[in-house]
């Protein structure tokens, strides 16, 4: 595991790992923008998935989160990843109703790099190994497990620190989905001065993605679609 620290450096052009910055997109592949209000979506977040995180996916994969600046909601169809006897639908991905977007783009693509995201400050990343314990808060005598990592914080891989539940469920093409990494409750990723206050939150000094709930980040293990991916939230 690995925990995600924001450091005080700017990200530049070319940053591969930032919070806010310039994103790194396929060259086919459009900024993303909301399907409700059709704004240009907020780049909340992008990393390399790095060999040394030890991950389920291509290495050096690139993951992308962006969100809506006046869209400030939690996911819907990720609920179905919790049943793990559901029917996940196809393109799954398009069933949400459109105000944030996960990219994962395999390596070794053609690339561009998009303008500097104008709502969050843009500040490099730091990867930090840490350990964690790693515990069952099922309930044994039910025959339910709940595999729960100890470390609560922003983190990638290791295990996620559910709360509620946990996600077993496929991607549709069959495929495990699994976890890439973790945004803390309340966690508020500092805005650019000026930038217009996000709607539903209290703070004008920082963007909350998902509603500042606790998103657990999961995607296809056979990386079928550059989109198929899923934000679980838990509070
Ligand atoms: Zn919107
Ligand atoms: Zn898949």
Not at 66 to 93: G, K, Q
Not at 228 to 235: R, S, T, Y
Request: net charge negative; with cysteine; glycine share 6%.
């Amino acid at each position: 595991m690995h925990k995600i620290v924001i450091t005080d450096r700017v990200a530049e052009k070319g940053d591969r790992n930032s919070v806010g910055g310039f994103p790194i997109l396929a060259k086919h592949q459009a900024h993303p923008h909301c399907k409700i209000c059709d704004a240009q979506m907020a780049l909340f977040l992008q990393f390399d998935l790095k060999p040394e995180f030890d991950l389920s996916f291509l290495e050096n994969s690139h993951f992308l989160a962006f969100m809506c600046p006046n869209h400030n909601d939690i996911p819907t169809v990720a609920e179905d990843f919790l049943d793990s006897a559901a029917v996940i639908p196809d393109r799954y991905w398009e069933q949400e109703e459109g105000h944030f977007t996960l990219i994962l783009n395999p390596p070794n693509i053609e690339e561009k790099i998009g303008e500097c995201d104008p709502f969050i400050q843009a500040k490099q990343l730091d990867f930090v190994k840490a350990e964690e314990t790693i515990e069952d808060w099922g309930d044994p005598e039910a025959g339910i497990s709940l595999i729960v990592g100890s470390e609560q914080g922003f983190k990638i891989g290791g295990t996620p620190s559910w709360f509620n539940y946990d996600c077993q469920a496929n991607c549709s093409c069959g495929a495990k989905m699994k976890f890439i990494g973790q945004i803390p409750t309340d966690f508020g990723f500092t805005q650019i001065p000026n930038a217009p206050k996000q709607p539903d939150e209290f703070s004008s000094a920082e963007y909350y993605f998902l509603l500042g709930n606790q998103v657990y980040i999961m995607g296809c293990s056979s990386q079928c679609h550059e989109m198929a991916a899923i934000a679980i939230c838990d509070n």
